[in-house]
């Protein structure tokens, strides 16, 4: 029979270690909580930019789908028209065969030369039709860059939300682990706590 020194020491001891482990446990359940508390201080904002570009995305497509396409002034017409046609190969094989025939007319003198060398009429039409090109081309330039600074945002917007999605998707996983690591751990420290029970029950008895 064990003497009543030796039983109080005994209690002394697993009573130390009950508290040790109650504070380590306290520590590990505390650590759960917070990682888990902290995805969703720093989600937060997130969230909240994704429920706006949610809405952003959401009325800009009811209003591509209700509303009829921007129609065209007659100058943004004529720009597109002008830069479709010089930027073609048909414009390249007529205006070449218009150049043929005014140099081979005149140089063989077929028909009266209303243009001899070295063609100053034919280098002032061409000079015409550069300055005139240029701004077509530019204006019809401009407004496909509107365009597409149009079509650059819009995907750009839909870049963060699709990179937003999948934070959240991450964080959500890494809730449900955490849950589980804070379930476990719960779940080792009732079986600890059920253990300490048993263990005191003899000494108690001693």
């Known amino acids: 029979m064990s003497s009543p020194g030796a039983s109080a020491g005994s209690r002394s001891t697993v009573a130390d270690t009950d508290r040790a482990g109650r504070a380590e446990r306290g520590r590990v359940e505390e650590s ?10 720093h ?34 017409r004529i720009a597109d ?7 073609s ?18 140089v063989t003198a077929y028909v009266e030369r209303w243009d001899p060398y070295p063609f100053i009429l ?12 240029a ?14 600074r149009v079509e650059a945002a ?9 990179e937003l999605e999948i934070e959240l998707l991450h964080q959500k996983l890494d809730e449900l682990r955490e849950r589980e690591v804070l379930a476990l751990t719960e779940a080792v420290k ?10 005191e029950d003899p000494a108690r008895k001693v």
Do not use: C
């Open 32 to 41: 759960a909580r917070s990682t888990i508390d902290r995805p969703r201080q």
């Open 43 to 76: 989600g937060a904002d997130d969230a909240a930019l994704l429920r706006h570009l949610r809405q952003v995305r959401r009325q800009h497509r009811d209003r591509v789908g209700s509303e009829p396409q921007a129609v065209l002034t007659p100058g943004q």
């Open 81 to 87: 028209f002008v830069a479709a046609t010089m930027g």
């Open 89 to 106: 190969w048909r414009f390249i094989i007529i205006q070449t065969t218009i150049l043929i025939f005014w140099i081979a007319l005149n």
């Open 122 to 133: 034919l280098n002032l039409a061409l000079s015409f039709q550069a300055a005139y090109a």
């Open 135 to 148: 701004p077509f081309i530019m204006m019809s330039q401009n407004r496909q860059q509107d365009v597409d």
């Open 154 to 162: 819009a995907d750009y917007q839909i870049n963060i939300k699709a």
């Open 190 to 199: 009732a079986l600890s706590d059920l253990l300490h029970a048993r263990d």
